[in-house]
């Protein structure tokens, strides 16, 4: 059995061709051009590029929200590339998503309970309703949620309240393969750091493996074994996290460690709040693993 999990091949993705205001066509406009990406079994993946870099197309086209118009993706050893969508149901509860808004991905006219539950009945996960509400109330206690979101809506949490439940509803189904797309750009500098520490913990506990897409390079750093760096489409540089936050190769990697303030990631600092002193440059080969 191969160690990786999900293998995309040279994929590439454009929108069609468009009529401009005076009816004269348009070049399509590509944004992935040929990607190969490789997610082993139980290991976290970065994602980071600017705004408009195809950072989250690709995450769509990994888990085949969208169509590739050319390239290969494989799934433990099943190519879904052209897979009928009766055919991909199954697979769904395996490869699941994390929304960067959970305001927007979560039905503002049910409750919790029913955000929660549905899934877990629609997959078969839970024997019936009353075990899918005590997996759900397990997770809950774990997620430092009280029982009495259940019955709450949406709008009635706080944005970090609303971000657990999400993270909650994809850990109920057990997947082997997590997409997280900007999961914490929205939230507060604690919250954050509670958010990351769930979802560390959950990765370790659950053993699945993940892609984490961000513009955060300090988050990166902190949660991820190796990063891809994707610019306009392409991949320009990846590696260990390690590697390229001590040596990046590409000017573009250069510039994005330029542009953000880098904290001294402490291996503690996922459990903690606080807020750690930024590193000068001398000290940028001295990052260690969050």
Known sequence: MSDDLLIARDIEFGFGAASSLFGLAKSPVKVLHGVTIRIGRGETVG????????????GRALLRLIDVQSGTIE??????????????????????????DPMASLNPRHTIRRIVLEPMLFHRVAAGEADAEQRARKIFARFNLPY???????HELSGGQRQRVGIARVALLAPDFVLA???????????????????????RDLGHS?????HDLSVIRAVCDRVYVLRNGRIVEEGSCDHIFAVPRDA?????????????????????TSVVEPVGEKDTNSLTAG
């Open 75 to 100: 799934f433990d050893g099943l190519d879904i590339t052209k897979l009928p969508e009766a055919a991909m149901r199954p697979i769904r509860r395996r490869m699941q998503l994390i929304f960067q």
């Open 148 to 154: 009495a979101c259940l019955e709450r809506y949406p």
């Open 210 to 214: 993940m892609a984490f897409i961000s």
């Open 252 to 272: 573009y990697t250069r510039a994005l460690l330029d542009a953000i303030p880098l904290p001294k990631i402490d291996p503690d600092w996922l459990g903690r």
């Open 181 to 203: 797309d900007e999961i914490v750009s929205g939230l507060d500098v604690s919250t954050q750091a509670q958010v990351l520490n769930l979802l560390k913990g959950l990765s």
């Open 47 to 58: 994602i980071v590029g600017e705004s408009g870099s195809g950072k989250t197309t690709l």
